[in-house]
């Protein structure tokens, strides 16, 4: 069984409001490349990967006019994918969704959120994730309330074999500054949003550790705008958010494990794995890094043969080197590169 996850810039700007695609020569949202080019590459990567279950971060808009669920089904009939039926769950305040795309004929997958809705004041026990998490982060009596932009996309999954598990899908809160005006501003907001990833991230943990107390197989996956190391102000609260979500401060059956993710928190003797790719303007260059993560229960990391994760990167991966069409397609397709893992579901 091969799931993945792979975040789609701006996949929303390459469809028309009933969902068709938009393979014309107009320029998409990716600097200097059309809509036709990067559904194209888009085609080539998805066929490429041939997975049973594709998280698809930043999917297709759903609001009055628009449907996740028709555009990315349109999308997986233009290219004859066999993950061809659509879930999605809350929708987001943005342009951009959480969708699972699937193959039905492997998979049964049903939108199953937990937790208890929240009032406007929030809760501070794991409420379901289009609610308001309350954490005091700084423990001085003041508690931050959280919300999602982007609520995580929690699935309930049966394989052909009727194996059961559990998935949910993330794209947290990003920790890059806009619209800063000098440098104690851009502090600010810097401090702001990485207390923000940061609550999110506790919010998750709440839930992987209902999970785990109740012996559920657990995948969670997608970008959460962090890798171990990725910023100073990581120091300001002791943990990345990444480490948060894997549980590293607790007993190893409490673990999340993600092998990218340990291969980060080691020591920086070179460049160690990364999943997205940057335009960095001031020093005209690409800037990369570690954000998208497939974490396993213990369980299932332990099963056998043993699970293999694979970042689909077109620099990094020698086997994708040797297939120009899929490394240039992995350049057109996104600033992110998929993630997937096989295991024996």
Same mark, same amino acid.
């Given at each position: 069984?091969?799931?993945?996850?792979?975040?789609?810039?701006?996949?929303?700007?390459?469809?028309?409001?009933?969902?068709?695609?938009?393979?014309?020569?107009?320029?998409?949202?990716?600097?200097?490349?059309?809509?036709?080019?990067?559904?194209?590459?888009?085609?080539?990567?998805?066929?490429?990967?041939?997975?049973?279950?594709?998280?698809?971060?930043?999917?297709?808009?759903?609001?009055?006019?628009?449907?996740?669920?028709?555009?990315?089904?349109?999308?997986?009939?233009?290219?004859?994918?066999?993950?061809?039926?659509?879930?999605?769950?809350?929708?987001? *305040?943005?342009?951009?969704?959480?969708?699972?795309?699937?193959?039905?004929?492997?998979?049964?997958?049903?939108?199953?959120?937990?937790?208890?809705?929240?009032?406007?004041?929030?809760?501070?026990?794991?409420?379901?994730?289009?609610?308001?998490?309350?954490?005091?982060?700084?423990?001085?009596?003041?508690?931050?309330?959280?919300?999602?932009?982007?609520?995580?996309?929690?699935?309930?999954?049966?394989?052909?074999?009727?194996?059961?598990?559990?998935?949910?899908?993330?794209?947290?809160?990003?920790?890059?500054?806009?619209?800063?005006?000098?440098?104690?501003?851009?502090?600010?907001?810097?401090?702001?949003?990485?207390?923000?990833?940061?609550?999110?991230?506790?919010?998750?943990?709440?839930?992987?550790?209902?999970?785990?107390?109740?012996?559920?197989?657990?995948?969670?996956?997608?970008?959460?705008?962090?890798?171990?190391?990725?910023?100073?102000? *990581?120091?300001?609260?002791?943990?990345?958010?990444? *480490?948060?979500?894997?549980?590293?401060?607790?007993?190893?059956?409490?673990?999340?494990?993600?092998?990218?993710?340990?291969?980060?928190?080691?020591?920086?003797?070179?460049?160690?794995?990364?999943?997205?790719?940057?335009?960095?303007?001031?020093?005209?260059?690409?800037?990369?890094?570690?954000?998208?993560?497939?974490?396993?229960?213990?369980?299932?990391?332990?099963?056998?043969?043993?699970?293999?994760?694979?970042?689909?990167?077109?620099?990094?991966?020698?086997?994708?080197?040797?297939?120009? *069409?899929?490394?240039?397609?992995?350049?057109?397709?996104?600033?992110?590169?998929?993630?997937?893992?096989?295991?024996?579901?």
């Amino acid at each position: 069984m091969r799931i993945a996850t792979y975040n789609v810039e701006w996949f929303n700007t390459l469809f028309d409001d009933q969902g068709h695609l938009l393979a014309d020569i107009q320029p998409s949202a990716r600097y200097k490349i059309s809509r036709a080019e990067q559904l194209t590459a888009l085609g080539i990567v998805f066929t490429a990967l041939d997975a049973d279950g594709i998280m698809v971060i930043e999917a297709p808009d759903t609001n009055g006019r628009r449907s996740t669920v028709t555009a990315l089904e349109s999308f997986a009939r233009h290219f004859g994918l066999r993950a061809r039926r659509t879930l999605i769950g809350f929708a987001s *305040e943005t342009e951009q969704e959480i969708a699972f795309l699937y193959d039905p004929d492997r998979l049964t997958a049903r939108h199953d959120p937990q937790g208890d809705p929240s009032g406007k004041k929030g809760s501070e026990d794991a409420p379901r994730f289009d609610g308001a998490f309350r954490y005091d982060l700084d423990q001085d009596g003041v508690f931050d309330t959280i919300r999602f932009s982007k609520p995580p996309l929690e699935l309930a999954v049966e394989t052909a074999s009727g194996q059961t598990v559990r998935l949910i899908g993330v794209h947290a809160k990003s920790k890059n500054p806009h619209g800063f005006a000098g440098r104690e501003e851009f502090l600010r907001v810097s401090i702001e949003n990485r207390r923000k990833q940061l609550a999110q991230c506790l919010w998750l943990r709440q839930r992987v550790d209902a999970h785990l107390a109740a012996g559920d197989d657990l995948i969670v996956m997608g970008d959460f705008n962090d890798g171990p190391g990725l910023d100073r102000f *990581e120091r300001l609260f002791g943990h990345s958010g990444i *480490e948060v979500v894997l549980g590293v401060d607790g007993t190893p059956e409490s673990h999340l494990y993600d092998p990218n993710a340990i291969l980060g928190f080691g020591p920086r003797m070179g460049a160690g794995p990364t999943s997205a790719r940057f335009w960095y303007a001031p020093q005209k260059c690409y800037f990369e890094a570690l954000l998208d993560f497939i974490m396993v229960s213990s369980r299932l990391a332990g099963m056998q043969p043993a699970p293999v994760w694979r970042i689909w990167h077109p620099n990094n991966d020698p086997r994708i080197a040797t297939v120009p *069409e899929l490394r240039d397609a992995l350049l057109t397709a996104s600033d992110h590169f998929p993630v997937s893992l096989d295991i024996a579901l």
